[in-house]
């Protein structure tokens, strides 16, 4: 069974705070990637990694891809209100028709 | 910029009622999916198509569903006969190819079984 373990499950911080969300697995993935979701909304990709290793950044968020393709992490800097909400890793096992999804991080920043 | 677009947004629906909810996928994408996220819970996968045939499909997707692409543009998902355990957001996804590019999702339908 493909899994996609994300921690911490919940998080709650002060605006200006840094945080970091981490999506874990047993399996290799080609790619994977990170959505942001809002209540009774669809997730909204917020970026895609690809090459073990690399990094990405988005404005005060920085994602990476762990070398070995199986895992990754979300940074964010600076934390602010608007960065609330839940934070999804995606990712298609390799083999597979299918993107799996992560457990979820439900993030609030308190101001 | 491109997006997939789903319709209705919501439905309410008798049980045992049959359902199709719709989808529109981005034109240049090949891959599809149907996924579903029961009220406070994880976002699970039902089911991929390529090439008019499923690729695969999870346990959830039983007898009682069906996808079909009927027209070249319009990606639908059928549940025959609902039942109260169905209700829940159904997300509609679509991606270029599969290895190395993400599914990008239409903002769901929500479907409430009474």
């Known amino acids: 069974t493909q899994l996609l373990e994300q921690s911490p499950q919940f998080l709650s911080i002060q605006e200006g705070e840094n945080l970091t969300v981490y999506c874990n697995s047993s399996s290799v993935f080609s790619s994977l990637q990170w959505y942001r979701q809002e209540p009774g909304e669809g997730p909204v990709l917020l970026v895609t990694v690809v090459t073990g290793g690399e990094v990405k950044k988005l404005k005060r968020l920085t994602f990476q891809f762990g070398d070995a393709r199986k895992d990754s992490s979300l940074h964010i800097t600076a934390a602010q209100p608007g960065d609330t909400g839940l934070y999804l890793c995606?990712?298609?096992?390799?083999?597979?028709?299918?993107?799996?999804f992560g457990t979820g991080t439900r993030l609030k920043v308190l101001a | 910029e491109p997006e997939v677009t789903q319709t209705p947004s919501h439905q309410v629906t008798q049980m045992g009622q049959e359902v199709i909810l719709r989808c529109v996928p981005i034109?240049?994408?090949?891959?599809f999916y149907w996924y579903r996220q029961i009220l406070g819970q994880k976002v699970e996968f039902l089911v991929s198509f390529y090439n008019n045939e499923i690729s695969e499909k999870s346990e959830i997707f039983d007898d009682q569903f069906s996808v079909e692409r009927p027209d070249g543009s319009n990606f639908t998902l059928k549940i025959r006969s609902t039942k109260l355990e169905d209700s829940a957001m159904y997300f509609c996804?679509?991606?270029?190819?599969?290895?190395?590019?993400?599914?990008?999702f239409g903002q769901g339908t929500r479907l409430t079984v009474v």
């Open positions: 034109s240049n994408h090949l891959y």
């Open positions: 995606a990712g298609a096992p390799s083999g597979t028709y299918k993107y799996i």
């Open positions: 996804a679509s991606s270029e190819a599969l290895l190395g590019t993400e599914a990008l």
